[in-house]
Each structure stands twice: as structure tokens, then as C-alpha cells.
């Protein structure tokens, strides 16, 4: 069957609609709480879920996911947990694009052969991995795409034309465009120059591409959707569900997504 990210991201691409795609960390604040709120963000309108693996170094996360991923290990969360909130997701909502983003060490402990194809079964669509780079990604592309995966590359305002050129060559699914030279958070404004990266990274590659870090207002959705394909939004997702109480998490989460788009939108089907 075709890839769930390139029918659901090109269906929402045809009708000129800025593609919304929330993070989640498994195993946050608690792993049935991190799939309630998973759930929540599908029905409130999001196009494209990430949920986060956590590991105890995530060099480019700041206090927030850092936060997040420290209370999921705490909880004893493994790839093993992730694959299986998986698995619990694609049984509600059968046609979302399930992206698992994690670092490479969790993985290649896994194994990589078994990871892919354990991934795969439980339902994921794409797997980015921010800490390895394109020149050393062959083994672990080509082992998701014989799982009929996209390994999804990351490219950043300090990346060269060459290194756009080459991880668009490699690229499937989408591009995820890291707007800051930094770590992962909420911030009060888009960097400058972001719009100027993804000229440059439409000029090698036809997917769509989606800018992540530092996205947390419905304003920067708005400009976002003005020259790119969409967004990610992590860390102010994530402290929106912190700052809630536990048995209002996911209900939290759906009211922030909601107020990215300014308003109600059209629930995910489940089965």
C-alpha cells in the first residue's frame, strides 16, 4: 500500500492546506496518558503525528523535550514501549501518517534489520533520526525503505548547498527544515533567514517541507504556511500537557492544537 505520509501530506497539499504536525513523547507524563494525548492531537485536526523516543543524551533538544524524555526513561520507556503505542494508534486511526523520531543509539541497540521491520508491522510511516547525518545514513535508509519507510532528513540554516542537495537526493516523505542554529523550543518569533532555507531546499526537491523548532503560536502557523508546507510543533505542545493536570493532558493538547488553527478543525477518522 502506498506510504501514509505521501497520501496524506499530498492530499493536504492539493487543497492549499499548511500541514500541522505535533510531537509527542512517549511515555509522557505517563505512556497511557502520551497515547491519550497522541489520540487527542489526531482527532483535533493534525495531519501528521511525531512521537518521540526518548534517549538520555537528545543533544538537539532543549529544556523541554530534555524534561519530557528524562520522565518517559524514568517510566521505563523503551523503542520496544514506542513501537507498541504504535501499534495501539494505527488501530484507532488507520489512515494517519506515524512518523517516530529518536536518536540513533536506541536503534542500532534495537537493532537496526529488527527495528525496521518491527516498525513497520506496528504501522509507522517514517522514522527521523536527528543525529545521523546523511553520508552516514545508507545502512538504516536502506532498511527502512525495504520496509517501504522514509527516512526523513533534517536540514538546518547552517547546512551547504551541497548538503541540501544530497539529503534531498536520499530524502522520502517530506524535508523537515530545523528553523534556528540551536536546540529544540518554544520561542516568541520564526528566525530570520528561515524562508531563505527553504528556497534553497525547494530548489533540489519536490517534497514538502515542514519547519520545526521554535514553532508555538496560530501567527507563526500563519507565516509558516506563506512559503513552506507546514509545521511540527514539539515543545510548546509538550508544555501545554505539563502544565496541565494528568486527566486533563489530552484534552489540553487538542485545545492548543485547535488554537494553532485558530479554531475548530476537521477530526482524524478512527476505525
Known amino acids: 500500500m502506498p506510504n501514509r505520509i505521501d497520501t496524506g501530506l499530498g492530499l493536504a497539499r492539493s487543497t492549499g492546506k499548511t500541514i500541522l504536525a505535533p510531537f509527542v513523547t512517549v511515555g509522557y507524563p505517563d505512556v497511557e496518558t502520551s497515547v ?4 487527542s492531537v489526531l482527532r483535533a485536526g493534525a495531519d501528521l503525528l511525531e512521537l518521540g523516543v526518548p534517549f538520555s543524551d537528545p543533544l538537539a533538544e532543549g529544556p523541554t523535550i530534555q524534561k519530557t524524555s ?3 526513561l524514568q517510566n521505563g520507556v523503551d523503542v520496544g514501549t514506542c513501537l ?4 495501539r494508534l494505527r488501530e484507532q486511526y488507520p489512515e494517519a501518517p506515524i512518523v517516530l523520531m529518536g536518536y540513533y543509539n536506541p536503534f542500532l541497540r534495537y537493532g ?3 527495528f525496521a521491520s518491527d516498525a513497520a508491522r506496528a504501522g509507522a510511516d517514517g522514522v527521523i533520526v ?3 547525518p546523511t553520508e552516514e545514513s545508507p545502512d538504516m535508509r536502506g532498511r527502512c525503505k525495504g520496509q517501504d519507510m522514509h527516512l526523513i532528513p533534517l536540514l538546518a540554516p547552517t547546512s551547504t548547498d551541497r548538503r541540501i542537495a544530497l539529503a534531498c537526493t536520499h530524502a522520502g516523505g517530506f524535508i523537515y527544515c530545523v528553523s534556528v542554529t540551536g536546540v529544540t523550543g518554544a520561542r516568541s518569533e520564526l528566525q530570520e533567514g528561515v524562508k531563505q532555507l527553504v528556497e534553497r531546499i525547494r530548489r533540489h526537491t519536490g517534497l514538502p517541507v515542514l519547519v520545526g523548532f521554535g514553532v508555538s503560536r496560530p501567527e507563526h502557523l500563519r507565516e509558516i504556511g506563506g512559503f513552506a508546507d507546514g509545521a511540527v510543533v514539539g515543545s510548546a505542545l509538550m508544555d501545554a500537557v505539563g502544565s496541565a493536570a494528568p486527566d486533563r493532558a489530552a484534552e489540553a493538547a487538542a485545545d492548543f492544537v485547535l488554537s494553532l488553527r485558530g479554531g475548530p478543525a476537521a477530526p482524524a477518522r478512527a476505525s
Open 84 to 87: 507498541e503505542v504504535v501499534r
Open 36 to 39: 491519550e494525548v497522541a489520540a
Open 130 to 132: 536527528p543525529d545521523l
Open 70 to 72: 528524562l520522565r518517559a
Open 112 to 114: 537496526l534489520s529488527r
